[in-house]
Structure formats: structure tokens, C-alpha cells
């Protein structure tokens, strides 16, 4: 087991070097294996972690608990309605509390600059568990699929995200596999692409690993890859008014059969939750305003044979144990 990486915290992607990316996913591979097949060490026995949430969560929020039950961690959940972060108590008082008592925390809110404040000020290891910028952790349990459902290593395979690019998942997507030496592609109107600088870094980090980056608005970007990623067009805490923008923009980039079919032999990917038919409120909204049985993925290609979406979202909880087992793991 290599603690290398341990009492860091866990914020964006362009925190490690590309090796040291790299090195969580060995890690989660090896954690995973160890859960599946009954021989888990506990690592994390006896560290406590907060969890702040200032958004919903299904998957994080169980992940870190699932994970951090498997490895004999205790946890406990903060949402905005259970503490004064940012209401009462301002986020460097939050963190000074928290750290005295917690061996690290997890946080999922708004802004990143949050979740660099309790980093700064807490004087434990934070983990990002989505903000409005990055999301590092979805990344690892994005490559960990990709890993598992290819038959190449991560440096020869090629995937295309397909959407609004400008937030988080679009920016870590593209640094995460430009930093895995990949084929990264983003597909998005232009007015909905990643930040320049975003894309430079993206670039330079691409240089490095032998990896390549496309920004283009030309549905051919998905052209001959192995994995096709979307996500929901319109994010929690956006405007209603919103939907409007976001459905003219994107719907020529929707992921149905025809996308698929133009991508080959792709693998169909989404972090969750999607808007995929019209069963619950906004899918309904989506059909009712707009005529879409679906959203941002149609109901025959999320539900078809080349989906591997719940395979990525059980990943979310043996990457996140490896975030935590690498930042605060004890030797047995």
C-alpha cells in the first residue's frame, strides 16, 4: 500500500501530477478487488470525517458512508438545514470547529471557493465532493469504468462528452484525460465550452502524458470513440428559465441512437442523475414543455446494452474509499 499521497487533501484534478492521478486508480482497482472478494483491510479504523452537504446527494453521500463504514471509519452528515456554515457561522469558523474534531471533511456544495476555505483553515484533508467547478471524484469512478470496460490501457482509449462543458463535469473530464494521457473530445455549442484557460491547462497536461484534446462544436468529435459521456443541461440551482436556453442549444447534441451510431462501438456513459424518460417531475416537465421523452439521453440508448452507467456509479464508492485510505490511511 503506498501512502504517499497521505494528509491531502482532495480538491480538483491539477492538484497531483498526472502519475499521482494515476496512482488513486491502482488504488481503487486494489480496494475494489480486496471488497469483492471479502479480504478488505481496514485501513480508515477509528478516523472521523464530516460530511457537509449543501446539495442533494444519492451517490456521494452513500459512497462516502458505504466506504467509510467498509473501511471502520465513523461519519457524520451535515446538510444546510443541521449546521450555521455561511448562514450564522462563517465558513473559516465552520472549518476551525470541524478540524478539532474530525480527521477530515467532505464537502459538496456551490462554490469551490468553499471548499478551498475549509481546506485552508480546518488544518485536515478536504474532499471535493462536487462543486460548481470540479468534480475529482466522479473523474476516478468515470476512468475506473472506462478501465474496466475496455480491452486498452487508458492511454490508447478515446471518449467524447457531449453537452454543456462549461462547469464541472466538463472540465474534469477534460483535465482528468488529458492528465491519463487519453483521447478526449468535448462536443458543445461554443458558447457552452470550456474556459480557455481550462482548455490550456488541459493542453499542456495532454503534452505530458501523450494524450490529445478536442474542443469542438461538430457532432463528428464523437466519431470512432470508446466511451460517449453526457450530463443533465440543466444543473441543480439554475433558473427555470434556464430550460428554455439549454433545450435550443442542445438538443441537436442529445445522446440517442443515431449519436450513438455515429460514435461506433461506443460505450454510453452519464454521472446521475439523468432526466432519461419521462417518470419523474422534471421528465415530465421535459415532455410536457418540450415534447422530449428524455432529455439529454433518450430511454432506448440509457436503458440499452452498451449503458454502463451503474457500473460507474458503484464506482463512485470504491474510488472515494481510495481517496480516503490514500489521504488518511493507517498501516495495519
Same mark, same amino acid.
Given at each position: 500500500?503506498?501512502?504517499?499521497?497521505?494528509?491531502?487533501?482532495?480538491?480538483?484534478? @491539477?492538484?497531483?501530477?498526472?502519475?499521482?492521478?494515476?496512482?488513486?486508480?491502482?488504488?481503487?482497482?486494489?480496494?475494489?478487488?480486496?471488497?469483492?472478494?471479502?479480504?478488505? /483491510?481496514?485501513?480508515?479504523?477509528?478516523?472521523?470525517?464530516?460530511? #457537509?452537504?449543501?446539495?442533494?446527494?444519492?451517490? +456521494?453521500?452513500?459512497?462516502?458512508? /458505504?466506504?467509510?463504514? *467498509?473501511?471502520?471509519?465513523?461519519?457524520?452528515?451535515?446538510?444546510?438545514?443541521?449546521?450555521?456554515?455561511?448562514?450564522?457561522?462563517? /465558513?473559516?469558523?465552520?472549518?476551525?470547529?470541524?478540524?478539532?474534531?474530525?480527521?477530515? !471533511?467532505?464537502?459538496? =456544495?456551490?462554490?469551490?471557493?468553499?471548499?478551498? &476555505? @475549509?481546506?485552508?483553515?480546518?488544518?485536515?484533508?478536504?474532499?471535493?465532493?462536487?462543486?460548481?467547478?470540479?468534480?475529482? +471524484?466522479?473523474?476516478?469512478?468515470?476512468?475506473?469504468?472506462?478501465?474496466?470496460?475496455?480491452?486498452?490501457?487508458?492511454?490508447?482509449?478515446?471518449?467524447?462528452?457531449?453537452? *454543456?462543458?462549461?462547469?464541472?463535469?466538463?472540465?474534469?473530464?477534460?483535465?482528468?484525460?488529458?492528465? @491519463?494521457?487519453?483521447?478526449?473530445? !468535448?462536443?458543445?455549442?461554443?458558447?457552452? &465550452?470550456?474556459?480557455?484557460?481550462?482548455?490550456?491547462?488541459?493542453?499542456?497536461?495532454?503534452? &505530458?502524458?501523450?494524450?490529445?484534446?478536442? /474542443?469542438?462544436?461538430?457532432?463528428?468529435?464523437?466519431?470512432?470513440?470508446?466511451?460517449?459521456?453526457? *450530463?443533465?443541461? #440543466?444543473?441543480? =440551482?439554475?433558473?427555470?428559465?434556464?430550460?428554455?436556453?439549454?433545450?435550443?442549444?442542445?438538443?441537436?447534441?442529445?445522446?440517442? &441512437?443515431?449519436?450513438?451510431?455515429?460514435?461506433?462501438?461506443?460505450?454510453?456513459?452519464?454521472?446521475?442523475?439523468? #432526466?432519461?424518460?419521462?417518470?419523474?417531475?422534471?421528465?415530465?416537465?421535459?415532455?410536457?414543455?418540450?415534447?422530449?421523452?428524455?432529455?439529454?439521453?433518450?430511454?432506448?440508448?440509457?436503458?440499452?446494452?452498451?449503458?454502463?452507467?451503474?457500473?460507474?456509479?458503484?464506482?463512485?464508492?470504491?474510488? !472515494?474509499?481510495?481517496?480516503? #485510505?490514500?489521504?488518511?490511511?493507517?498501516?495495519?
Amino acid at each position: 500500500m503506498d501512502f504517499a499521497l497521505n494528509g491531502r487533501s482532495f480538491l480538483r484534478e @491539477l492538484d497531483f501530477t498526472n502519475a499521482e492521478w494515476a496512482s488513486y486508480l491502482d488504488l481503487a482497482a486494489e480496494l475494489k478487488a480486496a471488497n469483492k472478494a471479502g479480504r478488505e /483491510v481496514k485501513y480508515l479504523e477509528g478516523r472521523r470525517i464530516a460530511l #457537509v452537504f449543501e446539495k442533494m446527494s444519492t451517490r +456521494t453521500r452513500c459512497s462516502f458512508e /458505504v466506504a467509510a463504514f *467498509d473501511q471502520g471509519a465513523h461519519t457524520t452528515y451535515l446538510d444546510p438545514a443541521s449546521s450555521h456554515v455561511g448562514y450564522k457561522e462563517s /465558513v473559516a469558523d465552520t472549518a476551525r470547529v470541524l478540524g478539532r474534531m474530525f480527521d477530515a !471533511i467532505e464537502f459538496r =456544495g456551490n462554490y469551490h471557493s468553499t471548499a478551498e &476555505q @475549509l481546506a485552508e483553515w480546518s488544518g485536515v484533508p478536504v474532499f471535493n465532493g462536487l462543486t460548481d467547478l470540479w468534480h475529482p +471524484t466522479q473523474m476516478l469512478a468515470d476512468a475506473l469504468t472506462m478501465r474496466e470496460h475496455s480491452s486498452k490501457p487508458l492511454s490508447q482509449t478515446s471518449f467524447a462528452y457531449v453537452g *454543456d462543458a462549461r462547469f464541472n463535469m466538463g472540465r474534469s473530464l477534460l483535465v482528468s484525460g488529458a492528465m @491519463l494521457g487519453m483521447d478526449v473530445r !468535448i462536443v458543445a455549442p461554443k458558447s457552452l &465550452q470550456p474556459p480557455a484557460d481550462v482548455v490550456e491547462v488541459a493542453r499542456e497536461r495532454a503534452l &505530458q502524458s501523450g494524450g490529445s484534446v478536442t /474542443v469542438t462544436d461538430e457532432l463528428e468529435g464523437v466519431e470512432g470513440v470508446d466511451f460517449l459521456h453526457t *450530463d443533465m443541461w #440543466v444543473s441543480m =440551482g439554475e433558473p427555470a428559465q434556464a430550460w428554455d436556453e439549454r433545450v435550443a442549444l442542445l438538443k441537436p447534441y442529445r445522446v440517442d &441512437q443515431a449519436l450513438m451510431d455515429r460514435a461506433g462501438d461506443a460505450k454510453f456513459m452519464h454521472c446521475l442523475p439523468a #432526466v432519461h424518460d419521462s417518470t419523474t417531475e422534471v421528465g415530465k416537465q421535459v415532455l410536457d414543455k418540450y415534447g422530449l421523452e428524455g432529455c439529454e439521453v433518450t430511454p432506448d440508448v440509457f436503458e440499452g446494452e452498451r449503458s454502463v452507467v451503474f457500473d460507474q456509479a458503484e464506482n463512485r464508492m470504491h474510488t !472515494i474509499k481510495a481517496v480516503m #485510505v490514500a489521504s488518511l490511511g493507517r498501516r495495519p
